[in-house]
């Protein structure tokens, strides 16, 4: 089966007043790795910095976000998920929204208002196909976690728990059929 290209994602460049969506420049597949635990890059043009707790950074063609937290204050979260839900909402209706949440730095987590966030944002769209990668250090929570997950999981949404960005990316690509 050959695999077939998505459409390249909206940028998220926000315009005065009312956030408005342009669009990206195309360009290829490419995964640019990053040192273990670094935070992105102030200067990269596919990184979204929301505060200096909380970035998103646009992968493989802005096809994949990733949102990274170096903290679980509620207000790191409600920027993160504020902006996730202008995402969701201007994800393209043929494209599987494809996402990485990066706790690898292991000072964020899963607080009861990121879970009610959370909540809110599955039921934004409901049939948008959702791949989701959770990025958790190994250890027996990450363990925990990857069975707590299957609970998550519908026709519409597959959530995995990888232990690098790598894994991550590979296995979004492979679930999409993307190149």
Request: charged share 25%.
């Amino acid at each position: 089966m050959p695999a077939r290209r998505l459409p390249v994602l909206p940028s998220a460049t926000p315009n005065d007043e009312d956030r408005a969506i342009t669009p990206a420049p195309p360009s290829r597949w490419v995964v640019q790795p990053r040192a273990k635990d670094a935070a992105p890059q102030e200067n990269d043009a596919s990184v979204e910095t929301l505060s200096p707790t909380a970035r998103i950074e646009w992968l493989c063609d802005r096809r994949i976000v990733c949102y990274w937290a170096s903290g679980a204050a509620r207000e790191t979260y409600r920027l993160l998920f504020d902006r996730a839900e202008d995402i969701a909402r201007a994800w393209p209706d043929g494209a599987p929204y494809l996402l990485i949440i990066d706790f690898l730095t292991g000072e964020a987590g899963v607080t009861p208002y990121a879970k009610e966030r959370g909540r809110t944002l599955n039921k934004l769209r409901p049939d948008l196909p959702t791949m989701m990668s959770m990025l958790m250090p190994r250890s027996v929570v990450a363990s925990f976690a990857q069975l707590a997950m299957r609970a998550f999981q519908n026709p519409v949404r597959a959530i995995a728990i990888h232990h690098s960005r790598e894994d991550g990316v590979e296995w979004l690509r492979k679930m999409a059929h993307l190149e």
